[in-house]
């Protein structure tokens, strides 16, 4: 099997010298891969309930709407949509798109990249409202590999946005932003409780191994 998943942490790997990528991931192993098996087909469906990732984190809040621009009704994501970030202290919201989901046998992803603002028909469909360059992707991944189940979360060409927004002060607010932390300025601490909290683990569970 061709998997995606390893073809991605191959990638964040090459552009890491540059400072271009983030990975912060979780595992979860079963005593056999039946368990793993189980774990897995029940995560799955989770991944793409966008909605769902809220309580994962304190700092960002997630927002599902379609492709175009209206709050979705539905709770399962599909290509196309859009998510509105609210993160606090951000001074605005931040928006991506979904451009792929893989939900195959052993593997589910969801790739989001920035984007503009939907809501707003007036926006310039060029101005990323997002304080990453529309060349950035984050990539959510749930992983079951023999008895181990694995989340990752997979930033990759993470450039801040300098030219792709619509004011100066957009620009300063983006290159804050952008240093707090890794994608969507959560900081690592916070991607890691992300990824635990995905898996059920606790602070306390000894068998999380966090990057």
């Known amino acids: 099997m061709n998997r995606r998943i390893p073809r991605l942490l191959k990638e964040a790997k090459r552009q890491k010298g540059s400072g271009e990528s983030s990975v912060t991931s979780a595992s979860r192993p079963f005593p056999d891969p039946t368990e793993a098996d189980e774990f897995f087909e029940k995560l799955r469906p989770e991944l793409f309930?966008?909605?769902e990732w809220n309580g994962k984190t304190a700092v960002t809040s997630f927002?599902?709407?379609d492709e175009k621009g209206n709050?979705?009704?539905r709770q399962t994501a599909?290509?196309?949509d859009f998510i509105r970030l609210t993160m606090t202290g951000a001074g605005k919201y931040d928006w991506v798109r979904i451009i792929e989901i893989v939900d195959e046998a052993?593997?589910?992803i969801v790739t989001i990249k920035p984007s503009h603002d939907p809501t707003d028909k007036e926006a310039d469909k060029n101005a990323t409202s997002h304080f990453f360059t529309s060349d950035a992707t984050n990539n959510f991944c749930l992983e079951k590999r023999n008895a181990v189940a694995s989340f990752y979360v997979?930033?990759?060409s993470e450039k801040t946005n300098k030219n792709e927004t619509g004011s100066v002060v957009e620009k300063a607010r983006?290159?804050?932003v952008a240093n707090i932390g890794s994608y969507f300025?959560?900081?690592k601490g916070e991607w890691k409780t992300f990824c635990k909290k995905f898996l059920r683990l606790t602070d306390q569970d000894e068998i999380a191994v966090c990057d």
């Open 185 to 187: 300025g959560i900081q």
């Open 174 to 176: 983006n290159v804050v």
């Open 63 to 65: 927002e599902l709407f």
């Open 49 to 51: 309930r966008v909605r």
């Open 71 to 73: 709050l979705a009704n």
């Open 78 to 80: 599909v290509v196309g």
């Open 106 to 108: 052993g593997e589910a």
């Open 154 to 156: 997979i930033g990759l």
